[in-house]
T-cell receptor, first 112, second 114 residues
Framework: TQLLEQSPQFLSIQEGENLTVYCNSS?????LQWYRQEPGEGPVLLVT?????EVKKLKRLTFQFGDARKDSSLHITAAQPGDTGLYLC????????????FGDGTTLTVKP | DAGVIQSPRHEVTEMGQEVTLRCKPI?????LFWYRQTMMRGLELLIY????????DSGMPEDRFSAKMPNASFSTLKIQPSEPRDSAVYFC????????????FGPGTRLTVL
């Protein structure tokens, strides 16, 4: 069973601060997704990374896939209250995998 | 294009009653997933279908749970009989399998079993 560990589990910061959350595994993934879930809603796909070392940017969010494709990080610059939510990473073991492994998530609270 | 549609959004029932949750995936997607989310256990995969065929139901808790996908645009998750420990948010998600298993989630059904 492939496991994804996310850290920290909870993070509370002030508006304007920077933060990084991590997603780690001992297994190799062919692709990894990051999702954000707001209260009362389903997870929403933010990004997919597929190449070792790949970096993708989405406005103030920067996603990186580890060189060995076993880990990933999400960095948020100048966090805003609208960034509040549960951030989930999910990995697929191969391109045509039927299912992904989800981490337990990082709950981020950005205070105004 | 409409996203994944789930109904009902909220369900309150009494222990022992049958509960049926419904899902309409995104048109053209060929994989469908049912998840359960709780504070204690996080997001758990219950079952998934490829091209309407159940592929992996190892996450289904027990025989009280069953899922069907009679066609490409509709799936149900049934719990019979329901128990208080089934209380959770149930999500349906769909994906286009060739796209790295990127999943698109519905808004969820919040189930409360009294």
């Amino acid at each position: 069973t492939q496991l994804l560990e996310q850290s920290p589990q909870f993070l509370s910061i002030q508006e304007g601060e920077n933060l990084t959350v991590y997603c780690n595994s001992s297994s190799v993934f062919s692709s990894l997704q990051w999702y954000r879930q707001e209260p009362g809603e389903g997870p929403v796909l933010l990004v997919t990374v597929v190449t070792g070392g790949e970096v993708k940017k989405l406005k103030r969010l920067t996603f990186q896939f580890g060189d060995a494709r076993k880990d990933s990080s999400l960095h948020i610059t100048a966090a805003q209250p609208g960034d509040t939510g549960l951030y989930l990473c999910a990995g697929a073991p191969n391109t045509n995998a039927g299912k992904s492994t989800f981490g337990d998530g990082t709950t981020l609270t950005v205070k105004p | 294009d409409a996203g994944v549609i789930q109904s009902p959004r909220h369900e309150v029932t009494e222990m022992g009653q049958e509960v049926t949750l419904r899902c309409k995936p995104i048109s053209g997607h060929n994989s469908l997933f049912w998840y359960r989310q709780t504070m204690m256990r996080g997001l758990e995969l219950l079952i998934y279908f490829n091209n309407n065929v159940p592929i992996d139901d190892s996450g289904m808790p027990e025989d009280r749970f069953s899922a069907k996908m009679p066609n490409a645009s509709f799936s149900t998750l049934k719990i019979q009989p329901s128990e208080p420990r089934d209380s959770a948010v149930y999500f349906c998600a769909s994906s286009l399998r060739v796209r790295y298993n990127e999943q698109f989630f519905g808004p969820g059904t919040r189930l409360t079993v009294l």
